[in-house]
């Protein structure tokens, strides 16, 4: 729980102007990111034989965050840890598929068996949510 707090102690005062805040806040936030996109990788054999973990995981890392910085400034209101880790998500995902589509390239044909596997997972997901999203009986008016 002191954690917590001291993160959102840490984007109190980087909304209120604090430079040297912001900066530890996003300090802190890349090594939460470096251990999360770790754990991701590693999920994926295919991926982990074929690259080296540390250097991907930190040109992910850096990516994330820079996409973090520009759609969802720490200043702004819209800022939100939660928001935060979505970007990083969409993010990792988005590389792991972009690796896993490199290697099917090469005719990898794990890589490319996974990489149909992760689409069809998403593509599940999204079905998923719009039907939630729907009306319960919007259906029954078609």
């Known amino acids: 729980m002191k954690i917590q707090s001291t993160l959102e102690d840490l984007i109190r005062a980087a909304r209120s102007g604090d430079q040297n805040a912001e900066e530890l ?10 251990k999360l996109i770790t ?8 991926i982990v034989k074929r690259i080296d973990l540390e250097i991907e995981a930190e040109q992910i890392c850096q990516f994330a965050l820079s996409e973090l910085k520009k759609l969802y400034p720490v200043n702004s209101s819209t800022f939100s840890l939660i928001l935060a880790i979505n970007v990083l998500h969409n993010v990792v ?4 598929a972009n690796i896993l589509a490199e290697l099917a390239k090469q005719g990898d044909e794990e890589a490319e068996n996974l990489l149909f596997s992760m689409i069809r997972q998403k593509l ?10 729907t009306g319960k009986n919007e259906h029954e008016n078609e």
């Not at 806040?25 to 470096?34: D, E, H, Q």
């Not at 995902?93 to 792991?96: L, M, R, S, V």
């Not at 599940?124 to 999203?133: G, Q």
């Open 25 to 34: 806040f996003f300090s802190k936030l890349r090594v939460r990111f470096f």
């Open 124 to 133: 599940v997901e999204r079905i998923n949510r719009k039907r939630w999203r």
């Open 93 to 96: 995902d988005g590389a792991i």
């Open 39 to 46: 754990l991701e990788l590693q999920k994926n054999p295919v």
